[in-house]
Structures are given as C-alpha cells and as structure tokens.
C-alpha cells in the first residue's frame, strides 16, 4: 500500500528564521528543487551527459491577501527585492523524516501582486520565491 498523506502544509515567510506563519492564509504551495544541467559531454561520447550545476530552487505560494497588520500584505511587501526565508512543511505535526521542514534560506521574492480581486470572489495573490540555499531538516 502507498504512503500518502492529505496535504495540510504549515507555511513561513520572513526575512530571517523562524519568519511569520501564514499557513491561515495560504491555499497552495508548490517548492521545487531544481540544480541548472552542465553539459560535461566529451569527444567519444555517443550522448550528451551532464553534472549538476549550482541550485536554483522555487517556492511558489498561493495567498488569500489580506491588509491586516500582521498578514499577507504585510508580511510580504516588506520582502519584495530582498533576500527573504521560507519553510514549508508538508502536514501541521512535528519535525520528522516522514515530515521533513524544507527552509529556503536567502531566496529571492521578484515581484509581488498588490491587489488581484474579481468581483464576487477572495482575493489571491501568487509568490514565488527564487534562489538560495535549500534545507531538509528532518531532526525533531
């Protein structure tokens, strides 16, 4: 039987470490790890190879927004063209290998949505966080 789990993440962003929760506010959350391909295909090969180059990874978190003094806009506005922190942890429970904390560490957050509302519906604003050094920190 597969090992799988209802996704209930708990979120966090600041500009250092812990950050502030806003896992009430988010909806979604994707975090890739992604290394840039070097091509290291020499004379003689048959096929093109490649080794791992420098990290680029991505957090991208989708928000309701909200102009309360310690929410969304608050908390992220703050961290448009800076080097921020974030973690992610798959459910709400403690620390463990089968619930690792993934912490972005000076990642990037490019640009940011101030307002994006449709008539009838909450309003949602889309972060992505780019760069720095990932962490899985699996220790209770």
């Known amino acids: 039987m597969a090992n799988t789990y209802l996704a209930n993440p708990v979120v966090s962003v600041g500009a250092a470490t812990p950050g502030t929760a806003l896992t009430g506010q988010a909806k979604a959350v994707t975090l890739t790890k992604v290394f840039e391909a070097l091509e290291d295909t020499a004379f003689g090969d048959t096929a093109r190879t490649y080794t791992k180059g420098l990290g680029n990874h991505t ?3 989708t928000f309701y927004n909200s102009y309360a003094a310690t929410s969304t ?4 506005s703050p961290l448009v063209g800076t080097k921020c922190f974030v973690s992610v942890k798959p ?3 403690a620390i463990a290998a089968t ?3 993934f912490q972005l560490t000076n990642c990037y957050l490019e640009s940011l949505d101030m307002v994006n509302g449709s008539l009838g519906e909450l309003s949602e604003i889309e972060a992505t966080f780019t760069g720095g050094t990932l962490v899985e920190d699996t220790t209770p």
């Open 73 to 76: 806009y608050a908390t992220l």
């Open 59 to 61: 957090v991208t978190i």
């Open 99 to 101: 619930n690792p904390e």
């Open 91 to 93: 459910v709400d429970d």
